[in-house]
Each structure stands twice: as C-alpha cells, then as structure tokens.
C-alpha cells in the first residue's frame, strides 16, 4: 500500500497580496482612516526565508513637502511633492494569517 504524502498549499502571491490590502484598509482605518490616503500601491512583495510573505504597501498621506524656490529661465518655481510612506505587512505562507505590520 502506498503512502500518499500531503501537499501543503501555499498561498499565492495574488492572494498574499489581496489579504495584505485588506490587512491594511482593517489596520489603518483604526487610525488615520484609508479615506484620508491617496494612491494606496503594492510596492514590493517577497517571500521571506521564514516562509512569510512580506507585502510592502506605499501611499500618499495628504501632505506635500515643499523644496526650496529655484530661479530658472521663466522666473522663481518651487517644487512641491506629495509625502509618501510605506508599511510592510508580514503574512504567514501556508494560512495567509497576519504576522506583524511594520
């Protein structure tokens, strides 16, 4: 009689990053509230040594960081760029539970 060995299914990569977006809307709308956010993107997704998926999510946060005006050709320009952050969400591979949010 022959043994039939279990596979484990990992989560895919499409699913870790639709539970890590999920993660975050549940997250930070405790806080801020995602309503406040503005191009909310995945960044960077890895699967870790530990065998957990890290799904970096990059956003704009309402605010601007404005350098300092420069003279050129058509008269005084300051350039204004909104401020972006980013948050990792740490997934497990083989359940898509949450590990930790940094």
């Known amino acids: 009689m022959a043994v039939q060995s279990q596979s484990v299914e990992k989560v895919?990569?499409?699913?870790?990053?639709?539970?890590?977006?999920?993660?975050?809307?549940?997250?930070?709308?405790?806080?801020?509230?995602?309503?406040?956010?503005?191009?909310?993107?995945?960044?960077e997704l890895e699967l870790e040594y530990d065998g957990n998926w890290r799904v970096?999510?990059?956003f704009d946060v309402g605010r601007v960081k404005e350098d300092k005006p420069e003279?050129?050709?058509?008269?005084?320009?300051?350039t204004v760029e909104?401020?972006?952050e980013?948050?990792?969400?740490?997934?497990d591979s083989n359940k898509g539970t949450f590990v930790k949010l940094v």
């Open 12 to 43: 895919s990569a499409e699913k870790a990053i639709d539970l890590a977006f999920e993660y975050f809307k549940k997250f930070m709308d405790k806080g801020k509230g995602t309503n406040r956010l503005q191009n909310i993107l995945l960044e």
């Open 56 to 58: 970096a999510i990059g």
């Open 71 to 78: 003279i050129n050709l058509f008269g005084q320009s300051k």
């Open 82 to 84: 909104p401020i972006r």
């Open 86 to 91: 980013v948050r990792e969400i740490y997934l």
